[in-house]
């Protein structure tokens, strides 16, 4: 059956797979000391045209989030988030495991705005017994959140400028980076991006690589033995390279860019097909996520014919679904899917 | 430069990456629901012969160990464990990170035996003030050990029958698990070794795979919302098919037992040569890895031909140096290898 | 200067004073196991009319918090809270330390009814991807309230009957429970609210005492080991009897409720006095707290004379103010405070 | 029956219960905020001549050595300590239930030597693989030790050498602190002890207190939002006065250094006359402690007449039993154990 479930349905891209097959019978170093690690850390840094970045690689995102926060984080400290971020609700507590508050913030659209962070850290410090409480250590987003939605260069530069003011980083979680900055909608560079944060990082597994996500730090703020810190979480793989090799390939002949903005057009198509038939949007997404409002009636007869995710209870009688593309979807099953609803 | 350095020096057994290509476009579910994951499983549990097995996949050794026995152990208890594992040296803390404490018995040769974990139990629960103990919870043993060695099937008999009188479960960590079970010493089959343990895991990284380990559960003490735990420590893959699909493949047609085996019959070969030029053994290994104590002087000019690892000072003027073989280890290095000493 | 800033400004009750100075010379076992803790214990269950419930003694009310919670809860659970706890504000973490997360349900008043908890656990279990989300483990409520609220008998029996249907237990911070207990409008006894939930604490701190809350576990579930959990979290005094002779004494001739009903009686006073003078309650308060809404230039005009706490800001002009009495407020300090407002 | 069982028997020295009567009825703020803790703190400063230490009042000594190792390590460290250290033992895994492992060195006495943390030290940093190990985070001793023994001026002085080459602080155990200062063999005051030192703990529940311990950082490295981390902890007691009078009294008028040498003057008296009655000792203590070898049949008859401690076996037919004195040890109770024995 045609699947828009998600972005993580199938392997890699094909050129991944085929520079894991060309790499395979080299012997090289464990644990993130191989060649090709190295080379796919100095790719990263051209891109982002930042020599001084560090780059680490993780195996998925739930991992690099705890492992970030973890490590940024002294241990009174909690970290600012969107209320309506995965984070909060579908990572089994995987924060809190660490010791580390989540201070969520309510939003409408699960985006968070400097106007919101200040007031909190206002707030926070004008509290006469705010030595009682969580320290805000952290302001985390995701670009793009959850609901597909980016931020502007102009929404990133003043939340950096609050975080900058407070001497605490930014942390951009890019599960789905790419998405976003290959939106129509957008209007920043990867360069930009990298430079309005402390620190975020690049989604492989959703964005065509079989695992791996890129942690970057920007601006000279890796935590002091972070190995250390990658190896107590038990997340330091002895074949590195596996992640390596992925990232490599990914930014080489800009193949990342590639399957994003492949992914962004088919999810645009799907988007007018939808609106065009009079489906009722969420919200508006531009990047490969669309969210639709549907009656729980047609979506049990649309489940017959297609695989989507189911978001969350609407009202009584509609429901909220998700139709996602990623660098696998073929224009034809698009296609098929417009017909199909 | 010949490299006998470790046994994940290359990436993966080629009919594995065979696999991973065969079935990359298939869309198939996330986070260890997909088909491939659910035959792994059912390999597994075949293999051992034991149906009502439960069976997980995690990515690297720490990683399982971590998960595996916080996952058992009330918070109250810690693990007893040989004082020589690399779990109390060269993990960085990954289990105490957890909150529990190791409880590190001597051993001669890194070996527990039943005896020694009787009398630690027994002088335990004689202390007056064991309340204010902490709590042996498990033991944890590697088969074969990081030197090595393998435990016979009286001594794992044994071992496992301590356990079952004080109603503390045995760990088995198999991150070279095959390399035990095909050594030519060994006198226990992989169904024998599974019935006596309660938890082991059979490692995919140090046997031919990109990365993977397999946890198995033997008596139906899979712990509660085990998934829910997995996610909690950042380890549940959204691409579980990479891991499923390892596992699959090494367990179709005999392929772990044969790398494992092939690996120790290369291993037996450098042993040998070693011996007859003299070669000090550091103590009698028969799996895939041997140790042998060494002049410095001598080290230095052999690791200009050849790579291997240095594993402990012995005295003041040798040290104690390891040669690894692995699936890919082909008989002319070994060669090659025997003639370089 | 009079100040009703907070209950714990003053030291113990003279008679927990007498007490400890009458015993002081007897050779006492440690760690909790003297006479005195015994007969405390013995004491308790008798008041409660529950000889199998078990009784500990800790030293203050976050860290019973945190002990209870911490060892009732799996790892991979959290629990339910009103958003308007101190345990969310003002407890540094603490809860969040141990690795749980605070699942916090809005509230109007800081009251958890029993409709919004089955709705919370409903949607839980509804939703496909729980298993990737916090468990629920446990209800938790303060009686009463941070401002001075308490649940009736009905609310009680409802919340603990959800609790009973999911299999969780119902925890009550009773850091004021003498207060609540006490009040003219409370429809309970105290053997009936102890039949209401599984576990509590009776605050000793709040109520007269130096130190020491007392934790009681009323149905059979005191935690396993649950001495050697107190003592890794630190809590475990060396010399127990401190505690153990204070709620002795408080449990010995109705000291606890009477010192309980005094203040409430004095709060009652300070409340009809400041309604009568036009002051505008935040909410309606029957303990020994009162809260009311007062304009910033007036707070800052009273702040010279007398002393209390400032509790939020109500809007741009107002801020809401606390007075509290306890044990130790004697009449004539309420009537001085009504003339000076 | 007369009583030599352990330093903790009784309650409080009378001057300390009488200063808690009289300062009863002052109204005071809470938290460590009140004018007692405010005193105690300067007197304490004074006492070590050092105007810039800062010094915080905790309840216990478990949950002392929690919260000092927990705020000064970072994640990744552990503490090196003394195998035979209670820490190691009796503490029920407080430090591992923090995260930080301990590094446990193999002593005679249970005594650390600048010569051996220096080799622990070189060691660790020669290991190529170190990143991988749980970094060396700070030197803990107890002085005296678990075994009445005490460090010399010299031994001191060089431990604190090696921790400053090596950048990590040094951290003495001080729960039985004034036994050592007051023994008549130490060479050092309590100034030079404080020098030599960058944390340390004064016990107050072992040396004539209800409860109390009284943290003391030497060197301006009291770790940042300490209050808060205590907090988090569960550790901070909202009538913090309930300490900071106790230690207010215990150092005025030389309080807790009579205390002290009275307790060890009694000691002396006991270890004179075992001695002459041929007793064994385990190791020769100057302090408060007393340790003798007697045989088991003995011991069980000795039993019969008076309380002390059974400590270890010491072979088949042999155990080490303690005698306490403490500062509410009559001279006459001694001298009726001396014809006891």
Request: charged share 25%; hydrophobic share 35%.
């Amino acid at each position: 059956m045609l699947s828009f479930e998600n972005d993580y349905s199938e392997g890699a891209h094909p050129r991944i797979l085929q520079k894991l097959v060309e790499t395979n019978m080299h012997q090289e170093a464990g644990y993130g000391e191989d060649s090709f690690t190295a080379q796919a850390k100095a790719k990263i840094k051209t891109v982002i045209d930042n020599p001084s970045a560090s780059v680490h690689f993780l195996q998925g995102g739930t991992q690099t989030n705890q492992i970030v926060i973890d490590a940024l984080l002294e241990p009174y400290e909690g970290v600012i988030t969107p209320d309506k971020g995965h984070m909060n609700v579908h990572e089994a507590g995987a924060i809190e495991y660490t010791g580390h508050k989540l201070l969520s913030l309510p939003t409408v659209d699960g985006k968070l705005t400097a106007a919101e962070v200040r007031k909190y850290l206002e707030t926070f410090y004008d509290d006469d017994h705010h030595e009682f409480m969580v320290f805000p250590g952290m302001v985390y987003i995701s670009y793009p959140t959850e609901y597909g939605l980016i931020y502007s260069k102009k929404e990133l530069t003043e939340l950096h400028q609050v975080c900058k003011e407070y001497q605490i980083p930014l942390f951009i979680d890019g599960a789905r980076l790419g998405y976003g900055l290959m939106s129509s909608a957008s209007d920043i560079t990867f360069k930009e991006l990298a430079q309005l944060c402390d620190v975020f990082y690049i989604g492989g597994t959703k964005t065509g690589a079989l695992c791996g996500e890129a942690v970057v730090f920007t601006s000279d703020n890796e935590p002091k033995h972070f190995i250390t810190t990658i190896k107590q979480h038990g997340a330091l793989l002895a074949k590195g390279r596996l992640i390596g090799i992925q990232f490599l390939e990914l930014f080489s002949n800009n193949l990342y860019f590639e399957l994003s903005k492949h992914a962004d057009e088919m999810s645009q198509i799907v988007k007018k097909g939808f609106l065009e038939k009079g489906y009722r949007p969420y919200l508006n997404s531009d990047t490969n996520q669309q969210f639709f409002i549907v009656e729980d009636t047609k979506i049990k007869a649309l489940a017959q014919k297609v695989r989507f995710a189911r978001w969350l209870r609407y009202d009584d009688t509609h429901s909220v679904i998700r139709f996602s593309t990623c660098w696998a979807t073929p224009e034809k099953n698009v296609q098929e899917l417009l017909k199909l609803i």
